[in-house]
């Protein structure tokens, strides 16, 4: 494990809750939104955020004026360059109380979909 990565690892939940503590008093609530996006072979599409160790399915924060799925096909998009061609199928709202008892994520099943190519690391996704 190099150096960068032991600083990330140990700074990490310290990181999420200044975040998480920030977004309570700018938002409130906060709202997400997750895809589990299947293949044909029924694997599912993972990625690793640069920001927190693991894998993770897509997705991200809803933003103000952003509905559930515009949301979700942004995050897709930026996420995994994966574009939605038929309606993804909402499998439940969950409380994400390990973040907050404020956090909201609505996670969706995602099995019609493109993807022309994998995405390039960014900053966010590696």
């Known amino acids: 494990m190099t150096r960068l990565q032991r600083l990330r690892t140990r700074s990490e939940p310290a990181l999420r809750r200044l975040f998480h503590l920030y977004w309570r008093f700018a938002r409130g609530m906060t709202l997400g939104v997750r895809a589990v996006v ?5 694997r599912v599409f993972l990625v690793k955020h640069s920001y927190i160790s693991g894998w ?6 809803v933003e103000t004026g952003e509905t559930f799925r515009e ?4 995050e897709l998009v930026e996420e995994g360059r994966i ?3 038929g309606e993804p199928a909402l499998f439940g ?3 994400n ?3 907050s008892r404020r956090d909201h994520v ?6 019609q979909f493109r993807q022309d190519r994998l995405p390039e690391p960014n900053r966010e996704i590696v």
């Open 71 to 74: 949301a979700l096909q942004r």
């Open 38 to 42: 299947l293949d044909a072979e029924n």
């Open 97 to 99: 109380s390990h973040i």
């Open 106 to 111: 609505a996670v969706y099943l995602v099995r």
């Open 93 to 95: 709202v969950y409380l």
């Open 56 to 61: 993770h399915l897509p997705g991200g924060g």
């Open 83 to 85: 574009e939605l061609v």
